[in-house]
Structure formats: C-alpha cells, structure tokens
C-alpha cells in the first residue's frame, strides 16, 4: 500500500520537471513492533518508552516482539540530517510520521526525548521548518558517540535552526474526515 501511494507521488511530481522525488529510507516511521501496529494509544507509550531509554542510556532496547531500537533510529536521524545537509542550496519537503519527525526534531533542537514526549506536538499534516546548513569539514563528533544521546546537547556536522514547529494554520478550514 505504501509502494502504491509512493508511485502515485511519483506520477503526480512527473509533471513538474522542475521538481524530483527521491524515496528517502531513513525517514520513515519509527518500527514499534509487530505488537503497536495500528494501535495509536500505545504507539505513543512506545515513543515515551523511547524517551525513558535515551534518559536510562538504554539505546540498544528494543520494544516486545522486535522493532528499532533507539540508537538505530538516531542513526537514521544522522543520516537524515546528513542528507538534508548535502542538498542546503535547495529548499527540501521531506513527508513523514509524527514519532520520526519528534526524535528528528528533538535531535536538532537539541531537546531530550523526554522533552520532546510533553512538549512537541505533532499534528497530522502539520508542516515544520528546519534550517540545515552544512559546516566545514572539521572533526565533530556523531552524536552516536554521545553515551546518553539525547538527554545531553550534541554538536552536529550541520548547523541547524528549527524555525517553526506543528504548523496548521492551513489546515484552517480543511475537511477532518
């Protein structure tokens, strides 16, 4: 189903040659488990419990019956940043889930994950504006290499400013169903 809507994103961008689509692996959802699918009340106690691991130093748990661990999805978050990063001449739309979209927005705000569980809200279809601008090559550590990750502030190969975050104003108006 998600290849299919995938496909029809393509076809629609293919008639804007000034526009290209790229499928970018690393921002997709956070993988709960087989035990959360669907289940929207206790995907958001997965993502506490992710919140609960990075302030315990736990980054190698895995939620019951498998799923990402948190140090597998800040690698996806590295790599996201990396890749935003490589293309800061361009304006990017990147589309994805709320849990992804808070720890990536919690790693470059540079908020923990705990934070980020009580204060960053994530309505559906809201938009968020992000600055990625890619520094010098200079040795900076990964932020793999912080052992608590985010319960700390990490310095990043990239600057970035969160300029705004859970958007709806135009969602005013919109059908709800």
Request: proline share 5%; hydrophobic share 40%.
């Amino acid at each position: 189903q998600i290849a299919a809507k995938q496909q029809q994103q393509q076809q629609q961008l293919k008639r804007r040659p000034d526009v290209s689509f790229t499928a970018l692996p690393s921002i997709a959802e956070v993988d709960f488990g087989p035990v959360v699918e669907g289940q929207s009340a206790i995907r958001a106690g997965a993502f506490n419990r992710y919140a609960q691991w990075a302030i315990l130093g736990e980054t190698d748990a895995r939620p019951d019956g498998g799923g990402e661990s948190l140090r597998e999805v800040l690698e996806r978050v590295d790599q996201t940043v990396q890749t935003f990063a490589g293309v800061s001449d361009r304006a990017v739309v990147a589309v994805t889930h709320s849990a992804f979209l808070r720890i990536f927005l919690a790693t470059v705000s540079n908020i923990s994950l705990s934070q980020a569980a009580i204060q960053m809200k994530q309505t559906n279809a809201c938009i968020n504006v992000v600055d990625i601008i890619k520094q010098q090559q200079q040795e900076q550590p990964s932020m793999m290499e912080n052992p608590k990750l985010l319960s700390e502030r990490r310095d990043f190969p990239a600057i970035t400013t969160v300029q705004r975050v859970n958007e709806i104003r135009h969602l005013i108006g919109a059908p709800t169903a």
